[in-house]
Nanobody
Framework: QVQLVESGGGLVQAGGSLRLSCAASGRTFSGYAMGWFRQAPGKEREFVAGINWSGGSTYYGDSVKGRFTISRDNVKNTVSLQLNSLKPEDTAVYYC?????????????????WGQGTQVTVSS
C-alpha cells in the first residue's frame, strides 16, 4: 500500500506562486513515475504534470506549460509542483498520484494511488 499526502495549497492572488508537495510512504516510490492532476468543480480531472521514475523526463499539460514545474526527490520520497504566474482558471483541487510504471502518462487510469488533494484558489 502507498500513502500520498499533499500539502501547500492555499489562496493566492493572480500572478502569484505556490509550491505543492506530495509525501509518499509505504511501498516503493523511486521506481515509479508520479503525476499531478487537478479538478475544478463541475469539470473532469485534468492532467497537469508528470515525471518519470528518475526525474529525467517531465511533461506538462498545455494550460500550465511554462508556468508550472514538477520535480521529485527519491531520497525524501517527495514530488513537488511549483506553480508560478497563477491565473484564476488554475483554481482547483490538486492531486498527486503514483503511476503503475516507471514512465509518466497523462491518463488518470495509469495511476493507481492518489492523495486526498489540496485546494488551490487563485483570486483575480
Amino acid at each position: 500500500q502507498v500513502q500520498l499526502v499533499e500539502s501547500g495549497g492555499g489562496l493566492v492572488q493572480a500572478g502569484g506562486s505556490l509550491r505543492l508537495s506530495c509525501a509518499a510512504s509505504g511501498r516503493t516510490f523511486s521506481g515509479y513515475a508520479m503525476g499531478w492532476f487537478r479538478q475544478a468543480p463541475g469539470k473532469e480531472r485534468e492532467f497537469v504534470a508528470g515525471i518519470n521514475w528518475s526525474g529525467g523526463s517531465t511533461y506538462y499539460g498545455d494550460s500550465v506549460k511554462g508556468r508550472f514545474t514538477i520535480s521529485r526527490d527519491n531520497v525524501k520520497n517527495t514530488v513537488s509542483l511549483q506553480l508560478n504566474s497563477l491565473k484564476p482558471e488554475d483554481t482547483a483541487v490538486y492531486y498527486c498520484a503514483r503511476a503503475r510504471g516507471s514512465g509518466w502518462s497523462a491518463s488518470p487510469g495509469y495511476y493507481d494511488y492518489w492523495g486526498q488533494g489540496t485546494q488551490v484558489t487563485v483570486s483575480s
